[in-house]
């Protein structure tokens, strides 16, 4: 409905441009919006307000002449106001919301898709781990996250491919062979030193007891001996990340190797490019590129003296690989502790011909496990850390990925181990869900007692009096716009917000039948409880979809 409104108003304007009611100029940024008043209509806009300086005339005198316009010609309109000093408020027609609500019901699991992405490339890069140990509650948090905005970025029109970057090549890998390698020798000689910074996890010594088995570290020297435990390790943890990622419900398209991308000759490459460009000079034996000219605060080496290039010169090459391939936009999801390394990257882009906003990068806060009061600490060089697979196990895929999405991503998390075990209404996901099952549940009612959904809606859905259930048609109406603001935000958080107010007002309106009889959904009035019906089955539609966008499933039976 607030599409429709804001298109509405834009024909409007256009007409008044065609009458002289209003001088021709570009249509300003407005917004239509629902107001906290319900007193105030159904949705506002502050259209007047953006007007008064290109009309050079007060809010107000530009609010008559719209609502003068718009009276004549749009019949969607039961009453138009305008209020304070130069708002428009709108009350929309009871058959309109009619309309609405019986769209959903044909529409199912459609309602709310849409071609708003038009078929757009876009690249979205999350969780890229390295492959030095199991994932953690960070990752999980990414992942989450990352594939929830897939999901509805795909639902929206948008051809949308899930990448994962492996960090295979450097220092790390090469401590992850050493760690592996210094537990084999101390099952031999328990005295033998650990490297210094090495990882302690228990399944460092689990992937040394592995590969005793298969290979005969033995007959190598030392420096073979560790290569060799550095690839068995990376494989091995790579097949657990794939594991987990899969039981958490989230796919990849790509999968693209740092050190394939090394050894492919594109870094030569993109020196030459930079080089030709006009943005790269040499100083002390080291090449530098220019980002300052971009709006980093120091240009930056990508060769060094030594001949070998830097890890940010490996992720220049990398996201014009991603370029090259041809996506138009690219989202990637990091950790929070790279907010200074985006603008860095987003010059070195810039310096390469790309515009600035090519690169969306999404930060991630951290996330704090807390169980009884009390907050688990957790250090994964350390060891002492819980992994995602371990949460999943604990308080199952559904809520783990529900109370990851509750929150922006650019705020800490506190992950309550007791909340998500809790089978009741203090859970978030129980009690969304629940909706959803109770509604099932009304279904099966509906069904012993030979009542089901009306072939035409339409025919019955006037009897729907209770402002409760048109404030919930409203809500309903919602669902569509709710994903487009997804799409342009990037923040998925707000549909599980959605969703939680939505089961809350459906709670409420069920729970109205246990005080008064007549309220309740299935009575003997047969054209009033197929219109409740159709209600139920527009509630279960959004919470089936919006659910569905974020991973989590929705169950007929609790």
């Given at each position: 409905m607030k599409a429709k409104l804001e298109h509405i108003l834009r024909q409007c304007l256009e007409s008044c441009f065609e009458t002289g009611g209003l001088v021709r100029t570009p249509i300003p940024d407005f917004v239509v919006e629902i107001p906290n008043n319900p007193e105030h209509g159904q949705f506002a806009t502050n259209l007047p307000m953006t007007l008064a300086s290109s009309q050079k005339r007060p809010p107000r005198e530009i609010a008559g002449v719209i609502v003068e316009a718009l009276r004549e010609k749009h019949p969607l309109l039961e009453k138009v106001e305008i209020a304070g000093p130069g708002f428009l408020n709108f009350t929309i027609r009871l058959e309109e919301w009619n309309r609405v609500l019986a769209e959903i019901i044909t529409l199912g699991p459609d309602y709310g898709r849409s071609d708003l992405g038009a078929g757009e490339r876009i690249l979205v890069e999350f969780v890229s781990a390295n492959p030095t140990g199991p994932l953690h509650l960070g990752h999980g948090r990414g992942a989450a996250l990352g594939d929830s905005l897939c999901r509805i970025l795909s639902f929206c029109g948008f051809e949308v491919a899930r990448e994962f970057y492996i960090n295979d090549a450097g220092l790390q890998i090469r401590l992850l062979g050493e760690s592996i390698y210094s537990r084999w020798r101390q099952r031999r000689d328990p005295a033998a030193p650990f490297p210094e910074g090495g990882y302690m996890g228990g399944y460092i010594e689990t992937l040394a007891s592995e590969i005793d088995e298969i290979d005969a570290l033995d007959a190598l020297d030392p420096d073979e001996a560790v290569e060799r435990c550095a690839e068995f390790g990376r494989q091995r943890m790579l097949e657990e990340i794939r594991s987990d990622l899969e039981a958490f419900r989230t796919t990849f398209d790509i999968w693209v190797s740092e050190k394939a991308l090394v050894a492919s000759g594109l870094l030569d490459e993109?020196?030459?490019?930079?080089?030709?460009?006009?943005?790269?000079?040499?100083?002390?034996?080291?090449?530098?590129?220019?980002?300052?000219?971009?709006?980093?605060?120091?240009?930056?080496?990508?060769?060094?003296?030594?001949?070998?290039?830097?890890?940010?010169?490996?992720?220049?090459?990398?996201?014009?690989?991603?370029?090259?391939?041809?996506?138009?936009?690219?989202?990637?999801?990091?950790?929070?502790?790279?907010?200074?390394?985006?603008?860095?990257?987003?010059?070195?882009?810039?310096?390469?011909?790309?515009?600035?906003?090519?690169?969306?990068?999404?930060?991630?806060?951290?996330?704090?496990?807390?169980?009884?009061?009390?907050?688990?600490?957790?250090?994964?060089?350390?060891?002492?850390?819980?992994?995602?697979?371990?949460?999943?196990?604990?308080?199952?895929?559904?809520?783990?990925?529900?109370?990851?999405?509750?929150?922006?991503?650019?705020?800490?998390?506190?992950?309550?181990?007791?909340?998500?075990?809790?089978?009741?209404?203090?859970?978030?996901?129980?009690?969304?869900?629940?909706?959803?099952?109770?509604?099932?549940?009304?279904?099966?009612?509906?069904?012993?007692?030979?009542?089901?959904?009306?072939e035409e809606p339409l025919e019955v859905l006037g009897r729907l009096e209770l402002e409760e259930e048109r404030a919930l048609v409203r809500f309903l109406a919602r669902f569509p716009s709710l994903l487009a603001d997804v799409c342009g935000s990037h923040e998925p958080h707000r549909v599980p917000y959605y969703l939680t107010e939505l089961a809350s007002a459906f709670h409420k309106y069920f729970n109205l039948g246990t005080r008064i009889p007549e309220h309740r959904i299935v009575t003997r009035d047969a054209p009033r409880t197929q219109a409740r019906l159709c209600l139920a089955a527009g509630i279960r539609t959004v919470l089936q979809n919006g659910l569905l966008l974020l991973g989590v499933h929705a169950p007929e039976r609790m």
């Amino acid at each position: 409905m607030k599409a429709k409104l804001e298109h509405i108003l834009r024909q409007c304007l256009e007409s008044c441009f065609e009458t002289g009611g209003l001088v021709r100029t570009p249509i300003p940024d407005f917004v239509v919006e629902i107001p906290n008043n319900p007193e105030h209509g159904q949705f506002a806009t502050n259209l007047p307000m953006t007007l008064a300086s290109s009309q050079k005339r007060p809010p107000r005198e530009i609010a008559g002449v719209i609502v003068e316009a718009l009276r004549e010609k749009h019949p969607l309109l039961e009453k138009v106001e305008i209020a304070g000093p130069g708002f428009l408020n709108f009350t929309i027609r009871l058959e309109e919301w009619n309309r609405v609500l019986a769209e959903i019901i044909t529409l199912g699991p459609d309602y709310g898709r849409s071609d708003l992405g038009a078929g757009e490339r876009i690249l979205v890069e999350f969780v890229s781990a390295n492959p030095t140990g199991p994932l953690h509650l960070g990752h999980g948090r990414g992942a989450a996250l990352g594939d929830s905005l897939c999901r509805i970025l795909s639902f929206c029109g948008f051809e949308v491919a899930r990448e994962f970057y492996i960090n295979d090549a450097g220092l790390q890998i090469r401590l992850l062979g050493e760690s592996i390698y210094s537990r084999w020798r101390q099952r031999r000689d328990p005295a033998a030193p650990f490297p210094e910074g090495g990882y302690m996890g228990g399944y460092i010594e689990t992937l040394a007891s592995e590969i005793d088995e298969i290979d005969a570290l033995d007959a190598l020297d030392p420096d073979e001996a560790v290569e060799r435990c550095a690839e068995f390790g990376r494989q091995r943890m790579l097949e657990e990340i794939r594991s987990d990622l899969e039981a958490f419900r989230t796919t990849f398209d790509i999968w693209v190797s740092e050190k394939a991308l090394v050894a492919s000759g594109l870094l030569d490459e993109v020196l030459e490019r930079t080089r030709a460009r006009g943005d790269l000079y040499e100083q002390d034996g080291a090449w530098w590129i220019k980002t300052t000219l971009f709006g980093d605060d120091k240009d930056r080496v990508i060769r060094k003296n030594d001949g070998q290039f830097t890890y940010f010169a490996t992720d220049i090459a990398y996201h014009l690989d991603k370029w090259k391939r041809g996506f138009t936009r690219a989202v990637n999801i990091w950790g929070a502790d790279h907010h200074g390394y985006v603008q860095r990257v987003k010059a070195a882009l810039m310096a390469n011909g790309l515009e600035e906003d090519w690169l969306s990068v999404i930060l991630i806060q951290l996330v704090k496990l807390w169980e009884g009061g009390t907050e688990i600490r957790m250090s994964k060089r350390a060891g002492t850390y819980v992994t995602l697979r371990e949460l999943m196990d604990e308080v199952g895929v559904d809520a783990t990925r529900f109370l990851f999405l509750v929150k922006n991503h650019d705020s800490p998390l506190d992950f309550d181990l007791d909340l998500a075990r809790k089978q009741d209404s203090d859970n978030p996901v129980y009690y969304v869900q629940y909706a959803h099952a109770r509604i099932c549940s009304v279904f099966r009612k509906a069904a012993e007692e030979g009542m089901s959904l009306p072939e035409e809606p339409l025919e019955v859905l006037g009897r729907l009096e209770l402002e409760e259930e048109r404030a919930l048609v409203r809500f309903l109406a919602r669902f569509p716009s709710l994903l487009a603001d997804v799409c342009g935000s990037h923040e998925p958080h707000r549909v599980p917000y959605y969703l939680t107010e939505l089961a809350s007002a459906f709670h409420k309106y069920f729970n109205l039948g246990t005080r008064i009889p007549e309220h309740r959904i299935v009575t003997r009035d047969a054209p009033r409880t197929q219109a409740r019906l159709c209600l139920a089955a527009g509630i279960r539609t959004v919470l089936q979809n919006g659910l569905l966008l974020l991973g989590v499933h929705a169950p007929e039976r609790m």
